[in-house]
């Protein structure tokens, strides 16, 4: 196990460094070496860390959606309006829609096994997208609409609703039959998990106000709580269903709000953490893919079905925008910026495999299909279009 986590951190940070100088993302460069030490090619990943890829990745994915609640301000959205509540599901909704149209009509997969696949491939990558966002405001360019800010919000949220209906449609998936129940149980699921993220919010709040802890300590508390969370769904899920996942979102926007200066020291170390799990979250993603399949015919007609979701994920994007301030270079701007995928995609495309669904292989091939061609294609077109496409404010 060593040597392949050896290979795995070694190459990773150095091939990164190599293709951030040649401005593509390092995300595709983990996939790649996944790709090539996994058992579809060189076979050198040791089978021990193949099998707790599962449990890797749902801590990775933890990070992810704490780091998206403690950088969540609800002002923000408050203050672009509409269009930023818009785009936080709308774009979504019309891509799965594209999955269920095309999907079983190419794929020979059921309607229920579309939605799931749609509900993989419909987030688009905060990973990619909002450190060009960052890099786009801080030089000035569409701040006077607050263009780069209404894309960082949008793909925050965007997450959030996808992950939640993706472990909705898996239960669906999974009882093999449409149940009405079932699928009742999603709204519940939502609220529940918004409760649960608020009183445990609520509690650490207060461990944080009346106890000296430094910030390594919050962190490690902000870690439990959101593990503790995740053990409570899986020992409650025979009786009632509780997105824990979502809680873990409401817990860093609720100690964002609570307590700015501190969620962003909390930040700062899930950035660290993350840093390390990105790298082997998409490596071990890599090993997943069985590469035979995605060259064969069936993964050639994959790729058209997921060219022709974004087709209807662009009409939802203007969709968004209709009647808004924005002008149409900029509408087409927010429309490039809403192609890349990579994180969620990366963090529950396995899931559908690793849990024995017939569906696996087809969406974990069609999760890092889609990182390897919109990832690099979207942080391109991002790069050099915006100096084109944008105003840059005089201030």
Known sequence: MFLSLFLIFGLGVLGGYIFE????????????????FGPSLLNIIDQDLLQISSYLRQIALVIILTRSGLSLDIKTLKEIGRPAIFMC????????IGVVIFGPLFLKISYVEALLLGSVLAAVSPAVVIPRMIKIKEAGFGSTNHVPELIMAGASCDDIFVIVLFYGFKGLVASSSFNAILFLQIPLSIILGLLLGILVGIVLFLIFKYFKINT?????????????MIAL??????????????????????????????????QNNY????????????????????????FSKDGGILLGVIALSLCFRAVGVFICLIATKYSIKEKVFIL????????????????A???????????ITAAVLSILITAPIGAILMDYTYPKLLEKSLL
């Not at 599901?89 to 799965?96: G, L, M």
């Not at 390594?216 to 503790?228: D, E, P, Q, V």
Request: with cysteine; hydrophobic share 55%.
């Open 21 to 36: 100088k040649i401005r593509l993302p390092r995300l595709v460069w983990y996939l790649i070496i996944g790709i090539l």
């Open 89 to 96: 599901f709308i774009p979504a909704c019309f891509e799965i």
């Open 216 to 228: 390594i300590g919050k962190t490690i508390l902000m870690l439990a709580a959101s593990f503790g």
């Open 233 to 266: 769904e899986q020992a409650l899920k025979q009786y009632v269903s509780i997105s824990s996942l979502l809680g873990i979102i409401v817990l860093g926007i609720l100690i964002l709000k609570k307590n700015k200066e501190a969620a962003k020291e909390i």
């Open 271 to 294: 950035n660290a953490l993350w840093n390390a799990f990105e790298i082997l979250l998409f490596a071990l993603v890599g090993c997943a893919v069985d590469m035979h399949y995605a």
């Open 336 to 351: 490039l910026s809403y192609l890349p995928k990579a994180t969620v995609q990366a963090s529950i495309g396995g899931i």
């Open 353 to 363: 495999l690793s849990e024995g669904l017939e569906c696996g292989k087809i969406i």
